[in-house]
């Protein structure tokens, strides 16, 4: 028993200066692991110490957004060693617990334990931990506010009137536990079409911006549609896209402010 209750103090110590930056959407497919993967990266680039943690367990696409895929992560007594990406920091996602391939219907207590193994893994002196969600508001969310205690939370939405809907129930949730929501992210938001150079908007544009304004909420910016985003999400490579690095930057005044 002294030894179960000095891990515990060791953890607790080491979570207290980790802090845990939630990714949520109200849907999918809105690019919620995208901007993960590439906030993580900008991260990393300012110079921070910061690992992600791929909580969707509907569609955990980390592996292939940061070129981990086929990685499996080493067990450390009890703890689960995250696997080191390309791209320079750690990563573990629900995809790598399960066989490759194999879909699996999670419960709610096991979709919990699991969350629980990768943010309890050996993350060492990474100080951010990005946690990318399952969209919408489930099992994975409530247990990620009740026992993670996420720092803040990001939303990510399209312009799209019905994502914007979904992604306030999202917000909702967050708030109503008491998470600071560190600000709306407006994906997906203009098309500059690489035959003819005019930029059209497919989803419309602008909403996130006016639906964060109305909710008093911080807006972080926008991310276009682009064509470099989606080959580099599916070569595993990362886009060097201006718009990430501009939110990284928030982001980071953001948890100096809360220092
Ligand atoms: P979610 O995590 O919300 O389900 P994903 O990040 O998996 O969404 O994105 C869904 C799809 O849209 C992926 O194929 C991804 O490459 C693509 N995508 C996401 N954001 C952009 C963007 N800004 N430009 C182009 N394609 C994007």
Request: aromatic share 4%; charged share 20%.
């Amino acid at each position: 028993l002294p030894e179960v209750a000095e891990v515990r103090i060791f953890q607790t110590a080491e979570r207290r200066g980790r802090r845990i930056i939630a990714v949520g959407s109200g849907k999918g497919g809105v690019g919620k692991s995208t901007v993960s993967a590439n906030l993580a990266l900008a991260l990393a680039r300012q110079g921070r110490k910061v690992g992600l943690v791929d909580a969707d367990i509907y569609g955990p696409s980390q592996p292939r957004l940061l070129a981990t895929e086929g990685m499996r992560p080493m067990a450390k007594g009890q703890q689960l060693e995250p696997v080191m990406s390309p791209h320079g920091f750690p990563m573990l996602s629900m995809g790598q617990l399960v066989e490759p391939g194999k879909a699996i219907a999670w419960r709610g207590p096991m979709a919990g334990n699991a969350l629980g193994q990768l943010i309890d893994a050996d993350w060492g002196d990474t100080e951010i931990l990005v946690v990318d969600l399952p969209p919408g508001t489930g099992d994975v969310q409530l247990s990620m506010i009740q026992k993670h205690k996420p720092a803040g939370a990001v939303i990510i939405s399209t312009p799209q009137d019905l994502a914007l809907i979904d992604a306030t129930r999202a917000i909702d949730l967050f708030a109503s536990a008491g998470v600071p929501i560190i600000g709306l992210v407006e994906n997906m938001s203009g098309y500059a079409c690489p035959h003819c150079g005019e930029t059209s908007d497919p989803f419309g544009s602008g909403g996130a911006q006016s639906a964060a304004m109305d909710m008093r909420l911080p807006f972080l910016g926008r991310i276009p549609l682009a064509m470099a985003i989606r080959e580099a999400s599916d070569a595993g490579t990362l886009a060097q896209v201006a718009a990430f690095e501009g939110i990284a930057a928030e982001l980071g005044h953001w948890l100096e402010n809360k220092d």
